[in-house]
């Protein structure tokens, strides 16, 4: 600051000077009446009220002049800042209310319109499929078992009477985790099928046994549209006394008509299973035109082909040798099984055409098949 100097003339000093006072004040009205936001309107305040602004250093060399000088000076420089901060001020709270008006339209909520829910899941149908049938079994006194899908082969192949040289072990078919290290030893594959946790099933309890076991299964297959390396399946496994091909028969009969309606029947064709002794093909009757559509052009059926059968899967009595693997008896006891893929029930009961929509998990799959439990 300057020392005070007793011949200076207030009005001599050009910022003083009421007409330049004049200009800064206008200067910064026009800066602010300008401003049109509350970001500009920051930078037009450090501009004219900050203290490099003109007119903070304008007062400050108020300091300088002559006493006699100071008041009339310094009451000029106020007048001019007091506008200019009044100003400054009322610009200040004209854009606030701006903002906040806009601030009310923009996110404005109107809590009457309608709302857009969560969108519902759906259950994979596998799943729910593969449940309706447990509750089938579930109802008859059956138990549901699962068990591991890294598997030994003891438990997938050996104890099921395959032996070492069956087809079924070969590298196309079957994923191999790990190979046998000894004589002793088992080697780990993916299960192919759920028949080990019978065999766990059957060394863990005495009979009377009456289980189904449902799961993934693993075999070397190229995904698609009708098959697929992952697949789902369910067996069942009934080991009592006195056990017979008719009681098979007629849990088959019972299953088929508790899925896909009342009358409904099955039938055997021979076939061979190194487990079952005598082993069968299992068919059930088509349940869209029940057997209508045989030798009867006029009235073909897509879902059997006009066969009038579909086929399910393998079924027989249990083998006395895997009885005796596991343990049991079988002098005095007996037991039949059979089994499926769920895969395949699933494409002729809901017309599924690609076995690739069912592995892909697109909800727009799932969807039309609703949350059913
Ligand atoms: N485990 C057999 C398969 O995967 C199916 C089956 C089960 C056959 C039980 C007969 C008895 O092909």
Same mark, same amino acid.
């Given at each position: 600051?300057?020392?005070?100097?007793?011949?200076?003339?207030? $009005? &001599?000093? #050009?910022?003083?000077?009421?007409?330049? %006072?004049?200009?800064?004040? +206008?200067?910064?009205?026009? @800066?602010?009446?300008?401003?049109?936001?509350?970001?500009?309107?920051?930078?037009?305040?450090?501009?004219?009220?900050?203290?490099?602004?003109?007119?903070?250093?304008?007062?400050?060399?108020?300091?300088?002049?002559?006493?006699?000088?100071?008041?009339?000076?310094?009451?000029?420089?106020?007048?001019?800042?007091?506008?200019?901060?009044?100003?400054?001020?009322?610009?200040?709270?004209?854009?606030?209310?701006?903002?906040?008006?806009?601030?009310?339209?923009?996110?404005?909520?109107?809590?009457?319109?309608?709302?857009?829910?969560?969108?519902?899941?759906?259950?994979?149908?596998?799943?729910?499929?593969?449940?309706?049938?447990?509750?089938?079994?579930?109802?008859?006194?059956?138990?549901?078992?699962?068990?591991?899908? $890294? &598997?030994? #082969?003891?438990?997938?192949?050996?104890? %099921?009477?395959?032996?070492? +040289?069956?087809?079924?072990? @070969?590298?196309?078919?079957?994923?191999?985790?790990?190979?046998?290290?000894?004589?002793?030893?088992?080697?780990?594959?993916?299960?192919?099928?759920?028949?080990?946790?019978?065999?766990?099933?059957?060394?863990?309890?005495?009979?009377?046994?009456?289980?189904?076991?449902?799961?993934?299964?693993?075999?070397?297959?190229?995904?698609?549209?009708?098959?697929?390396?992952?697949?789902?399946?369910?067996?069942?496994?009934?080991?009592?006394?006195?056990?017979?091909?008719?009681?098979?028969?007629?849990?088959?009969?019972?299953?088929?008509?508790?899925?896909?309606?009342?009358?409904?029947?099955?039938?055997?064709?021979?076939?061979?299973?190194?487990?079952?002794?005598?082993?069968?093909?299992?068919?059930?009757?088509?349940?869209?035109?029940?057997? #209508?559509?045989?030798?009867?052009?006029?009235?073909?059926?897509?879902?059997?082909?006009?066969?009038?059968?579909?086929?399910?899967?393998?079924?027989?009595?249990?083998?006395?040798?895997?009885?005796?693997?596991?343990?049991?008896?079988?002098?005095?006891?007996?037991?039949?099984?059979?089994?499926?893929?769920?895969?395949?029930?699933?494409?002729?009961?809901?017309?599924?055409?690609?076995?690739?929509?069912?592995?892909?998990?697109?909800?727009?799959?799932?969807?039309?098949?609703?949350?059913?439990?």
């Amino acid at each position: 600051m300057s020392a005070p100097n007793k011949s200076y003339d207030p $009005v &001599e000093v #050009e910022a003083l000077k009421p007409e330049e %006072l004049e200009r800064l004040r +206008d200067e910064a009205f026009a @800066a602010f009446a300008a401003a049109a936001d509350l970001a500009a309107l920051h930078e037009a305040k450090i501009a004219h009220t900050g203290p490099t602004s003109p007119l903070s250093l304008a007062n400050r060399e108020i300091g300088a002049l002559p006493p006699q000088a100071k008041a009339e000076a310094g009451k000029r420089v106020g007048m001019a800042r007091g506008a200019v901060s009044k100003a400054l001020a009322a610009r200040q709270a004209e854009l606030e209310a701006e903002r906040d008006a806009r601030v009310l339209v923009e996110e404005a909520v109107d809590v009457t319109l309608a709302y857009d829910r969560a969108p519902a899941g759906a259950r994979h149908p596998l799943t729910t499929l593969s449940e309706r049938i447990e509750d089938v079994f579930v109802a008859m006194g059956y138990e549901v078992a699962e068990g591991p899908e $890294v &598997e030994a #082969e003891w438990f997938n192949f050996d104890a %099921l009477n395959f032996e070492p +040289d069956h087809p079924a072990r @070969a590298m196309q078919d079957t994923f191999f985790v790990q190979d046998k290290q000894g004589k002793a030893d088992s080697g780990v594959v993916l299960r192919t099928h759920t028949s080990p946790v019978q065999v766990r099933t059957m060394i863990d309890r005495e009979p009377p046994v009456y289980v189904i076991c449902p799961g993934r299964v693993y075999r070397t297959d190229e995904l698609d549209a009708t098959h697929t390396p992952v697949f789902t399946q369910v067996e069942l496994l009934a080991i009592d006394e006195g056990l017979t091909m008719a009681d098979l028969k007629g849990t088959l009969d019972h299953m088929v008509q508790a899925l896909f309606g009342t009358g409904m029947s099955t039938r055997l064709r021979p076939n061979y299973f190194p487990f079952t002794e005598p082993s069968a093909e299992m068919d059930m009757q088509c349940y869209v035109c029940r057997g #209508e559509s045989v030798g009867n052009p006029d009235r073909p059926c897509r879902t059997c082909s006009s066969e009038g059968w579909i086929e399910l899967g393998g079924c027989g009595m249990v083998n006395p040798r895997v009885l005796i693997a596991a343990g049991i008896d079988p002098e005095k006891y007996s037991g039949f099984a059979f089994g499926f893929g769920i895969e395949r029930m699933l494409m002729f009961r809901h017309n599924v055409e690609d076995m690739r929509d069912m592995v892909e998990g697109d909800v727009r799959f799932t969807r039309p098949f609703g949350m059913e439990i």
